[in-house]
């Protein structure tokens, strides 16, 4: 068994990381971080109340780490990069898998630019591997350091990349997005209570979000008007792709997707006579995508979970690739 | 007190406008009809139990509306065409406010192509006016048949209206809208079914919903997707309308929509500097409109009720130009 | 016009109040009051844009309120003893709405067992009146300070007040309550986020909630075992009553909560054969009672909009009552 | 493998037993039978897209279980009585566990009072065992027909059965139960609506519902008013249950519950720290007892999720029990 440790498990994508290893075949969760809940494993998610396998919750100390073969850090961005560059001195060997946007981005110019912080990492940001395997598989196999991609950028990039050889590359394109209230983590903010989320609907960083930079990167589309909502959900994120275009008739454009996405379990691509709806991803690691052809209109909806492909569901399926397991071990 | 009549008091809308028209100062509710609730005035909505002054409620017939100034229809699409021009026969002096989408659309032809059914009334569809008080109210204060506009279609127009005179009147337009379950109505289908639609979020429609008909109709953009969607909330619609365009500033397109609806009391144009949400209109006749130019792009998001300005609301506005009372008179 | 400040604006209970007082015609809302959004009208509920009258936000000063006639205090409990004890030294003839506990209970004694704090304010509190009219309307006439019931308390009480002269005194009752998120205020603790809500159901407090003490003190039911539950919506309170008791048919039962409930305008008994549910009651000020006898059990559902009657509604109410208006008026 | 059926694949307990048995290692659904989606595999819950392997949905007849070795029937009640009889002439070694009300009764007289219809099958009726693997396992193992309880009355039954030979057997007892939507099915009834269970909460059957004969048949408890409500979430039962009792401290109570049901591995008997909350049970087939002692009350919150262990997860449990598996087989 791959001995895993889990830093930051008070948060939503913590606390899926558990929910899922406790099922995997091949990984079992030996320490558990958090600086919140640390001594508290009562706190970990109430539904974790029957499985009694897991261990305390510590503190974190990159020491504890010396028996680990792989670490998910599930701590917000800034944060990763410290425990990134400290943990490579004294343990050579582990495998990290980070869930924040610290290594996401190739250049540290656009990091900075894009989180108004400094990057004190270039080094390893160098040696990170996108961990969006449908792209990177390969690279993820040898990496020592995959960078978990951002949940809005995981639905755009996988609606987006077959098109992303075809001559919309250059043209304006709209992703109208929504997200369930997870997405916004655990974090004590009034715009997150219930009162503010139950019952009404709202757009936020609009044309502005910074998981655009994620999309520019690995797609090439430049002319992007990315607009997120929040949906008064828990979990579930649908990216509606438009594009103004009559170069494809719907067969050629379902066949030219199921193509690209023949081989890869998690990327489900569904006729268009579907009604794209969340319930059809939630609690799974899919992405479910339908693409349409309407009077001279490109549409692509895409589906996932934003806890499961969106965030901990990938950050295991990266896990598995980089220990050599089947990509869809304990997730299926 | 002018004596107003409603046809579908069953419904949604019509026992939305019972709720409004029982605070109305000048409009008094003097018959109730509905087929599905004859006799049944304990089946209104069960907030009115402390209204003791409402009419019983009777099956539908022409001549019960002999003494009414006002009848408000609130039946299904066909329903109403039947309705009006029997009515028409018996009383030449009632008015009409027909909430349903008979009298919308200026030509048979095109209602025909769009519901896939013959219009039966010709003459009174080219007598009829479209009721968006924005744009026809001196035409709604002489009419007697007023054509109440979809819902999905006022938060459009309404959004697209100042924009409808420029440049992108013939560029491609995405229009992502979403709204609340209120607008599918009370009848029993299984995908309005409180299982189908909580906790999860859907796409339905895309590209073909009716009401482009009215979209193309009133504002002459022709090159539009519209793609509405299914929120798990009650009443409420977002239209968020994007075009790839530098042609304006903000604040030249924020001046332009002040100036737009400066002397209009129920839309309101918020700063960019807003995020929409639909707490800002829910319950109220208000449409928000809140203008944005981004990166060469122009993104306008407009927001009302459903079932208040996009419905019930709008028909009692629409009511008040009619009997020239002041057209906020009950409504704020 | 009465000149009226609110203490306390930011949260949801003085929201509410601005929301009805600027409907209030007798009422004006002259100050607004408020340490975390001092100056920043603009975070005041988003659906009050089309509303210009309202004053800006200030921080308290005793000072700024000698020219009020009306002050309601929607603080947390503990802030208001102090407010009032330095307001009352100032301006002898303001009167005082609290909407903290502060002064509900009869005794210090009491007030310092449940509240576990010390009650620095021993006078006021013996000449405060327990704002329920439909059980002090004549002291709430003559009082300057009126403590407005908690918002289960006024459920709980209205619904048993009825029964508070019969032989069911001494008896065991269950009250198993219900209440929306907004009860539990705007303050930002995890579980009040909307993922910890969201589709879901809990328990809390059982047997232990503080609303008890002015439940016994105010019915001197002794023997109550009343159990709080947390419903994800965002207001109503629905309070199930059940006793073991054979002593009324359920034609005697219903008779005695019409006569006892027949002239007071905001409690409404409906016949049993209805279904209790908050859509009765949600927005409204009044308090729905369904009175049944079942197979030898006593069942009473009492429904409130803990925004509305259990709090900001209610004390409109009472100022109403303290100026000597209508009890209804603004509120209807 | 055994070779399962399911009559009834178009309800939320159908889909809900497909869901749980596509990862069953020893059960293979082998036929589906529906005579609303007869050959519409499609109209199966979207988010079984992804599995290639569900045979196509038949119209329901006789001989097509000839080869089957288990049929579950997730149908109306009345129906199974037809049904069971015919197939139990054609095939005397089929396992059935029957979901619906038919069979959980010992008396037709009973059934016939409750249900307001003819029993026709009291031969099977006498011989079926009530599925309820907490107190019938041994039956369970050699029955041929097992009689799969309600879901209020599991969650009733199992928070009162440790109850069952105390002091409190005669003494009143309230349950307060609320529970999901899906407890009501996918029938399309008007109080189903989105709209009329969101955003609000209602009681309904007080007093009357039928699974209080269950109840009072397996737990011997004779005066309980059981008290159901209609909460707007799609899954889930809280039942709290209060007796007025001085008889047991906190200790002995959780003694007793610990004790009782220390062998049943999908029973959790939580200490009284902890708050009950449905997150706790959803989607699990655990039932979740929480007993507390407080000042002279004992009161006993059951949870369980209304469609796992308050229907399809109990009716896997009794068929791994009936074919001599691991009872948990397939429900961990």
Known sequence: MIKAGILGVSGYTGQELITWLLKHPKISVTRLFSTSIEGKASQLNSSFFHFNELPDVELYSVDKCNDLDLIFLAVPHTKAMAIVSELRLTNRSIRIVDLSA????????TYESYYNTQHIDADALNNAVYGLPEKYFDAISS????A????????M???LLPLS???MINMPIVIDAKSGTSGAGKSLKQSSLFCEVHDTFSAYSTGVHRHTAELIQETGFS???????????????????YVSSSDY??????????????DHPFVQVLPPTNQPNLNMV???NHCVIIPKAIDGWVVVFSLIDNLVKGASGQAIQNANIMFGFDQTTGLI
Chains 1, 2, 3, 4 share one sequence.
């Open 282 to 284: 939630k609690n799974t």
């Open 157 to 159: 990039i996988l609606g």
């Open 143 to 146: 990496a020592y350091l995959v």
């Open 249 to 262: 008739s719907e067969s050629q454009l379902v066949d030219m997707y199921d193509l690209y996405y023949k």
């Open 102 to 109: 610290d290594y996401r981005l190739n250049s540290v110019e």
């Open 165 to 167: 050889s075809s001559n």
């Open 148 to 155: 978990n991609p951002g949940c809005y950028a995981t639905a």
């Open 223 to 241: 002319n992007v008007m990315f607009s997120p909502h929040l949906l008064p959900i828990n979990r579930g994120i649908e990216a509606a792709i």
